[in-house]
């Protein structure tokens, strides 16, 4: 089965930046579109960034362009998400998901891992 698991979250400063991994197996990882959610105290699950299998094309959410950067590492099974400038707002449990297809024209949220949380404080 597929198993998806976070690392590196944790409490930061305002302006600081972290780096998210996600590890990855039980899946063609090449052939699987990988993205980043994450869910607000309080508040849904909401989409993040995410990358196709590839890793030629990404896609981000407003509220992080600029600032976050997905990237992979096939050889490693492993995707990342670079947070810089981090913001108060930013603090929520991140989510690494994973798609059955290699593409992004839909958002990857066929796998899910069970989160890392991320506290930014002013």
């Known amino acids: 089965q597929v198993q998806l698991v976070e690392s590196g979250g944790g409490l930061v400063q305002a302006g600081d930046s972290l780096r998210l991994s996600c590890g990855a197996s039980?899946?063609?990882?090449?052939?699987?579109?990988m993205g980043w959610f994450r869910r607000d105290p309080g508040k849904a699950r909401m989409f993040v960034a995410a990358?196709?299998?590839?890793?030629?094309?990404?896609r981000y959410a407003d509220s992080v362009k600029g600032r976050f950067t997905i990237s992979r590492d096939n050889a490693k099974n492993t995707v990342y998400l670079q947070m810089n400038t981090l913001k108060p707002e930013d603090t929520a449990v991140y989510y690494c998901?994973?798609?059955?297809?290699?593409?992004?024209?839909?958002?990857?949220?066929?796998?899910w891992g069970q989160g890392t949380q991320v506290t930014v404080s002013s």
């Open positions: 998901a994973a798609s059955r297809r290699s593409d992004i024209a839909t958002t990857p949220n066929d796998y």
């Open positions: 039980g899946l063609t990882f090449g052939s699987a579109a």
């Open positions: 990358i196709t299998g590839s890793g030629r094309s990404t």
